[in-house]
């Protein structure tokens, strides 16, 4: 099994930064796709930005785009979301999952593996 584990996460102003971290620890894959979801209260959990993990090929949602930026690290076992010009509506718990296969998969019921999400709040 796999083990998700995000942090990063707080309180920013509007037009601010900030990097969410999601340490992968367990198995190992040499094949998966990691991404990002989040879920505002009231709303359902969207998807925000996923990876390959051996090639890199990246899928951003049309809400984040130019202004998210979805990373890893291979040999830490590391995904990172850095979210700049942040914005009140970015505020979500915010979710890093994952899946075996080298294909970007958008659909959060395709995921198997979930970290316990991590608290975004963006102030105006």
């Known amino acids: 099994q796999v083990q998700l584990v995000e942090s990063g996460g707080g309180l920013v102003q509007a037009g601010g930064s900030l990097t969410l971290s999601c340490e992968a620890s367990?198995?190992?894959?040499?094949?998966?796709?990691m991404s990002w979801f989040r879920q505002a209260p009231g709303k359902e959990r969207e998807f925000v930005a996923a990876?390959?993990?051996?090639?890199?090929?990246?899928q951003l949602a049309d809400s984040v785009k130019g202004r998210f930026t979805i990373s890893r690290d291979n040999v830490e076992n590391m995904g990172y979301l850095q979210m700049n010009r942040l914005k009140p509506d970015d505020t979500a718990v915010y979710y890093c999952?994952?899946?075996?296969?080298?294909?970007?998969?958008?659909?959060?019921?395709?995921?198997?593996?979930w970290g316990q999400g991590t608290q975004v709040t963006v102030s105006s």
């Open positions: 367990g198995r190992t894959f040499t094949s998966a796709c």
């Open positions: 990876i390959t993990w051996t090639e890199g090929s990246t």
């Open positions: 999952a994952a899946r075996t296969g080298d294909i970007l998969v958008l659909e959060s019921y395709a995921y198997n593996y």
